[in-house]
């Protein structure tokens, strides 16, 4: 039996997502790596168990989680089944579909067809009859905006789904996917896009800002970099690194001399701050209140445990912030 702590909401802080009535924990958790078929489902629920007890109430998923794609909500599904469903509303739990997910024309992209048969799929699989949050993944060059728009639409408005989310937008295409969705009076609330003091895009593709000015929320996927942003390969790779355990997203070709100097740089700063590098990295994020909620990864639940304390120390002094600009532009 697990009985959640009573404590579990002491420290947590709760962001709006942008304008909309949805709140998120500064923290979240995502399942795309160690909720597979060859992780272990012990460890799975100590990292759920772990994350809920300490106030970190939304868990993302996408169909296509793994490996095999799948899997990571097949396992979740199970970890609410046998624990978690006492506790489903006071969870938010999302899902997506925008990447390749079955054989043939209808498993990829953005139509119509593909997200809500997978949808359905999703609830399947973790046995659920709505997600809080349902995403589509990933642009679509082919499908008309209003198609994939309308399937989110449609999803929420049969009850599948409570609120609607775009992942990988940018700037411009966010936005008229904003309008298309208010016609549709379909609650679009967030935004889930990558952005690290490594990975400035959505700076730079009008993301950030856009969803600033409609009052969207945005959370932070990768926030990281995979591990890189913490001390974890500061003196050679680990065994029990994400690199070593599962190459298919971080190989080894990414820390390079330039990337190990940039961490030992961010380091010594995060050490000046009384924070681990872990620590300043999330809290960069959350630094000027735009992004509602850093969505972290972990292979081990003392990784959250350390991963929450950055929400307490989000504010950065101007020569800080210049420092880490220059470090990671160099
Ligand atoms: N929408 C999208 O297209 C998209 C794409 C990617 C991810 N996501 C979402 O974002 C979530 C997070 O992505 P991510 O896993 O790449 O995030 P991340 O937080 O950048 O990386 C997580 C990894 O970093 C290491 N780590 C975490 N905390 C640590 C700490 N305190 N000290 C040392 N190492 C630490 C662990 O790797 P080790 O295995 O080395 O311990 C952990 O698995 C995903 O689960 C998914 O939900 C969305």
């Known amino acids: 039996m697990y009985q959640a702590s009573d404590k579990r909401y002491e420290t947590m802080i709760y962001h709006r997502c942008g304008k909309s009535g949805l709140k998120l924990p500064a923290i979240s958790f995502g399942l795309w790596h160690n909720f597979g078929d060859t992780a272990s489902y012990e460890r799975m629920k100590a990292l759920c168990f772990t994350a809920f007890d300490n106030g970190i109430t939304h868990f993302d998923l996408a169909n296509n989680y793994g490996p095999l794609p799948g899997s990571a909500e097949i396992h979740f599904g199970r970890i609410l089944k046998e624990y978690f469903m006492p506790y489903r509303d006071e969870m938010i739990i999302s899902t997506k579909a925008g990447y390749d997910m079955w054989e043939g024309p209808y498993g990829n992209w953005g139509s119509r067809k593909y997200l809500l048969a997978s949808l359905d799929q999703s609830l399947k699989r973790m046995g659920l009859e709505y997600v809080d949050i349902f ?196």
């Open 135 to 330: 995403y589509h993944h990933r642009m679509d060059p082919e499908t008309p905006l209003e198609e994939t728009m309308g399937a989110l639409a449609q999803a929420v408005h049969s009850g599948k789904a409570l609120y609607a989310g775009i992942s990988n937008y940018d700037g411009p295409t966010m936005e008229k996917a904003a309008a298309i969705l208010k016609d549709l009076h379909c609650p679009f609330v967030i935004n889930q896009n990558r952005y690290s003091i490594l990975d400035r895009t959505i700076e730079n593709n009008g993301l950030k800002a856009a969803a600033a000015a409609e009052g969207k929320g945005i959370i932070a996927f990768s926030p990281l970099e995979q591990g890189m942003l913490t001390k974890r390969y500061l003196n050679g790779i680990p065994e029990d690194s994400r690199v070593k355990t599962d190459g298919r997203f971080l190989n080894a070709n990414a820390i390079t001399d330039v990337r190990l100097q940039q961490i030992r740089e961010l380091n010594t700063i995060a050490e000046s701050r009384g924070q681990t590098l872990a620590e300043m990295a999330l809290s960069w994020i959350l630094r000027d209140g735009i992004v509602t909620s850093v969505l972290v990864g972990a292979s081990k639940p003392e990784q959250l445990l350390e991963n929450i304390q950055a929400m307490h120390r989000t504010e950065f002094s101007a020569e800080e912030l210049q420092k880490i600009d220059e470090i990671s532009f160099k």
